[in-house]
Nanobody, 125 residues
Framework: QVQLVESGGGLVQAGGSLRLSCAAS????????MGWFRQAPGEEREFVGT????????YLADSVKDRFTISRDNTKNTVYLEMNTLKPEDTAVYYC??????????????????WGQGTQVTVSS
């Protein structure tokens, strides 16, 4: 069982920055690949980024890859999403997720075993 708690969301003006954190319970954090997803009102939840359990691989969605960075600190059981040059279209609830089994389908929601409750990010124009 893994419990995930996101934090760091808020209201920011366009062009600003936020850093989201996701703290995981348990002592086996480095056995999990971690992902970030987001869901805007009326939209489906979509992939934002993922980082492998040893930080060796990261992938980001094309819409954010030049502005967002994903990282993790296994000593703190925490994964981060650094978001820069935010745009109004980045407004969404951001979720972190954990998956135990490695596959190349890192962008697929059903590949993830555990989810956090989400944190709201609102970017004003």
């Amino acid at each position: 069982q893994v419990q995930l708690v996101e934090s760091g969301g808020g209201l920011v003006q366009a062009g600003g920055s936020l850093r989201l954190s996701c703290a995981a319970s348990g002592r086996t954090f480095d056995n999990w690949d971690m992902g970030w997803f987001r869901q805007a009102p009326g939209e489906e939840r979509e992939f934002v980024g993922t980082i492998s359990r040893n930080s060796g691989s990261t992938y980001l969605a094309d819409s954010v890859k030049d502005r967002f960075t994903i990282s993790r600190d296994n000593t703190k059981n925490t994964v981060y999403l650094e978001m820069n040059t935010l745009k109004p279209e980045d407004t969404a609830v951001y979720y972190c997720a954990a998956r135990r089994l490695y596959t190349e389908r890192y962008y697929v929601l059903t590949e993830y075993d555990y989810w956090g409750q989400g944190t709201q990010v609102t970017v004003s124009s």
